[in-house]
T-cell receptor
Framework: DAKTTQPTSMDCAEGRAANLPCNHS???????VYWYRQIHSQGPQYIIH???NNETNEMASLIITEDRKSSTLILPHATLRDTAVYYC??????????????FGAGTQVVVTP | ETGVTQSPTHLIKTRGQQVTLRCSSQ?????VSWYQQALGQGPQFIFQ???????GRGNFPPRFSGLQFPNYSSELNVNALELDDSALYLC??????????????FGQGTRLTVV
């Protein structure tokens, strides 16, 4: 079973920021938070990951709470091409199970004009 | 473009047949993972190969098997196909084990339909 909980769906207006929440209350100290997205009929695409500090790259920002039990992925200026299913995953890169990504159902994000 | 290529893109097989799916990993990546994604669900981990050896397996029966070659490309074999095997099969490559922060890069998948 996936170790994260996400809302099933959310809508976002084009040009506005999209804030995608994720709960991971049982996260272990050596587990990172990863975000992937999957546009219809394509393979999942890596977005960003973090351990405990906030992270930003050209695609998104990741805000992790101090207790690490939840996080928020921020798409600063959503476009129609950001319509996709977004998956939040916890993963421990340095353990034997490092390669296994446990996908949940994800959040279906629909960006509307 | 992730540099991970899968073939074929689509495939139709009959129940009971065998199928082989192929994956070429991104240059320099030594680890390949396979996932099955049924319609409307998230991908489910099948198994992973690291330097030609299986290194982790999900909850899939033995009729799902794989290989990784010296060039790190990989095959997924499924014997005795069942209707429920109809799904998108995804391959992901990464550089790995023991290295921090290694994200996985996915191919576009092979859509398998069993009739």
């Amino acid at each position: 079973d996936a170790k994260t909980t996400q809302p099933t769906s959310m809508d976002c207006a084009e040009g506005r920021a999209a804030n995608l929440p994720c709960n991971h209350s049982t996260i272990s100290g050596n587990e990172y938070v990863y975000w992937y997205r999957q546009i219809h009929s394509q393979g999942p695409q890596y977005i960003i990951h973090g351990l405990k500090n906030n992270e930003t790259n050209e695609m998104a920002s990741l805000i992790i709470t101090e207790d690490r039990k939840s996080s928020t992925l921020i798409l600063p200026h959503a476009t129609l091409r950001d319509t996709a299913v977004y998956y939040c995953i916890v993963r421990a890169p340095l353990t034997d199970s490092w390669g296994k990504l446990q996908f949940g159902a994800g959040t279906q994000v629909v960006v509307t004009p | 473009e992730t540099g991970v290529t899968q073939s074929p893109t689509h495939l139709i097989k009959t129940r009971g047949q065998q199928v082989t799916l192929r994956c070429s990993s991104q240059s320099g990546h030594n680890t390949v993972s396979w996932y099955q994604q049924a319609l409307g669900q998230g991908p489910q981990f099948i198994f992973q190969y690291y330097r030609e050896e299986e290194n982790g397996r999900g909850n899939f029966p033995p009729r799902f098997s794989g290989l990784q070659f010296p060039n790190y490309s990989s095959e997924l074999n499924v014997n005795a196909l069942e209707l429920d095997d109809s799904a998108l099969y995804l391959c992901a490559s990464s550089l790995g084990r023991g290295l921090r922060n290694t994200e996985a890069f996915f191919g576009q998948g092979t859509r398998l339909t069993v009739v």
